[in-house]
């Protein structure tokens, strides 16, 4: 389940900064704004349903995930293929997000 909030979240906010990103630089509607805040809005609502004894854990985690959602956006939904350093980024910091989610707690 904490893979699937997790997923949907990141979905969630690059649709939502997408729209801003669309009206600001690509000159888009300012109509693109609406389901751009609506979609940030999911965004939080899911990111506060992962199960999770602390906020900042679940942010810090979350980041690793969003990059990785981040650069599958670049390739899948803008068309430029990610390189070796935006893939091993991703990679590096995938890494990190799962110790600091999996790490053991005393």
Same mark, same amino acid.
């Given at each position: 389940?904490?893979?699937? #909030?997790?997923? /949907? $979240?990141?979905? =969630? ?6 729209a801003?990103w @669309?009206?600001? &630089?690509?000159s888009k509607s300012v ?5 751009g #805040?609506?979609? /940030? $809005?999911?965004? =939080? ?8 004894? @602390?906020a900042? &854990?679940?942010?810090a ?10 650069? /599958? ?6 068309g430029r293929?990610p ?14 997000a799962?110790?600091?989610?999996f790490g053991?707690?005393?």
């Amino acid at each position: 389940m904490i893979y699937g #909030l997790y997923a /949907l $979240a990141a979905l =969630a906010e690059i649709a939502g900064c997408f729209a801003f990103w @669309a009206w600001l &630089r690509l000159s888009k509607s300012v109509w693109w704004l609406a389901p751009g #805040l609506v979609s /940030l $809005a999911l965004f =939080a609502w899911l990111l506060a349903l992962v199960p999770s004894e @602390a906020a900042g &854990r679940t942010f810090a985690a979350y980041g690793g995930v969003y990059i990785v959602a981040s650069i /599958l956006w670049l390739w899948l939904a803008e068309g430029r293929l990610p390189d070796r350093w935006d893939i091993s980024g991703a990679v590096i910091c995938l890494v990190g997000a799962g110790i600091i989610l999996f790490g053991p707690r005393g």
